[in-house]
Structure formats: C-alpha cells, structure tokens
C-alpha cells in the first residue's frame, strides 16, 4: 500500500452490464473500495474505478467499468432518434465501452425476474462488441434478500452451462462472492492471456 512505484504488469478492462437498479454500482464499490451505500446515486456518463491485485505473483490492475450510463445514452438515442440518425452515435458510445474489455459481468437481480430475462439481449449486445475470448460470467445479485428470490439457482446454472458463462451468486450489501466473482473472471483472464 501507498507505492506507488508499484510495476503494473497488466491492466484487464472488465465491463458491468444489464439493467438498471440490479446493483452493479455497488458490486463495484464493494469490490474497489469495500463499500456500499443504500441510497447510491444513479450512476452518470461512464464511469470506472481500478484496483490492484495480485495473481500468480504478478502485478494485475483491475480496469472495472460501470455501464450506467450506458442505459440512459441507449434511451436518449432512442428519444433523439425521433428527429434523426444519432444511431450511429449510439453504436459509436457502445463501441468505446467493450473495446478492449477482457472481461464482463452480466448481471441482473434475482429478485426481479425480469433482470434476469433481459440476460440474453446484453449477452446479444455483448457478444455483437467485444473481443470473441471475452470472459464473461453471470452474477445473480442481492442473494441476501433470500425471501424475495424470483429466480431459482437452477435457471441461472442452466443458462450459464447453455452459454458457456461462469455463474455466481452475489451479495453487494452483505460482501457475499463479489471478491470471488471478480476474482474469478481476472483469474480466468490471465489464464488465457498469459
Ligand atoms: P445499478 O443501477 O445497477 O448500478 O444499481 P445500484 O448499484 O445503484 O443499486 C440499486 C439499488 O439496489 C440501490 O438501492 C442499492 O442500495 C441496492 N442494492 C445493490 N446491491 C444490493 C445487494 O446486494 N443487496 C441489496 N439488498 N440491495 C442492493
């Protein structure tokens, strides 16, 4: 801590993806900075936050993307698209977002089914921008608020297993596999990189 003559033997680019309000703000907060608050503020424009890790003895630096912004570009797109072609606008903002990303998290809140059936659309999106060796894995969130589950364990297996995905289940709030979940995709990507 506090070198900062610290080698950096790589930097890996992971994006968060899907849709609003699943948690992605916080799974963030809690991995870069052990955070989390419950009123958090909707995240505006791009936004990303790095942490230093250590893998296999060498120096990894964790580049994460919060695509938040993304959304609410995607619907003024839309909306301005009424008066024009600020499509290609949009494509171009996507574009900048998955260039060289390595890594992603698609998540969504297993307490809102419908997160978690808008899944294969951000896959499709994903899939359409980034890198073919992209590491991707499925993050179910927010697994503290067991009561109110709307996605059973096995959906989200049985998509993962069909599209090839890691799957995890997670808690921001509680610090629950977020460390792992991370852990896990950068892990991955070093395996394939190195
Ligand atoms: P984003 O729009 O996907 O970035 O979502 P946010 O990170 O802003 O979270 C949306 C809301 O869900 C906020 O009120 C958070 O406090 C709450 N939230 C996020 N993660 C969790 C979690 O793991 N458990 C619970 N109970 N609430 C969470």
């Known amino acids: 801590y506090g070198d900062y003559n610290q080698k950096i033997d790589y930097v890996f680019k992971v994006v968060l993806i899907g849709d609003s309000a699943v948690g992605k703000t916080q799974l963030l907060a809690r991995f870069a900075r052990n955070e989390f608050s419950v009123d958090s503020k909707a995240t505006i424009g791009v936004e990303f936050q790095t942490k230093t890790l250590g893998i296999d003895n060498k120096t990894v630096k964790a580049q994460i993307w919060d695509t938040a912004g993304q959304e609410r570009c995607a619907i003024m797109a839309l909306q301005l698209n009424l008066w024009g ?7 171009a903002v996507t574009s900048a977002y998955y260039r060289g990303a390595l890594g992603a ?6 307490t809102k089914r419908l997160s978690f059936d808008h899944m294969s659309r951000w896959l ?6 980034a890198d073919k060796n992209i590491v991707i894995m499925l993050v179910g969130n927010k697994c503290d608020l067991g009561s109110l589950r709307a ?7 049985e998509f993962a297993q069909r599209e090839n995905l890691f799957f995890m289940e997670t808690s921001a709030l509680e610090a629950t596999n977020v460390e792992t ?4 995709i950068l892990t991955e990507i070093y395996r394939i990189i190195s």
Do not use: I, K, S
């Not at 072609?85 to 494509?91: C, E, I, N």
């Not at 499709?124 to 921008?129: F, I, K, Q």
């Open 85 to 91: 072609g600020l499509g290609h606008w949009y494509r």
């Open 105 to 110: 998290m698609l998540v969504y809140d297993m």
């Open 124 to 129: 499709e999106e994903l899939r359409g921008h």
């Open 151 to 157: 996605v059973p364990t096995e959906d989200a297996q």
């Open 181 to 184: 979940a991370f852990f896990t």
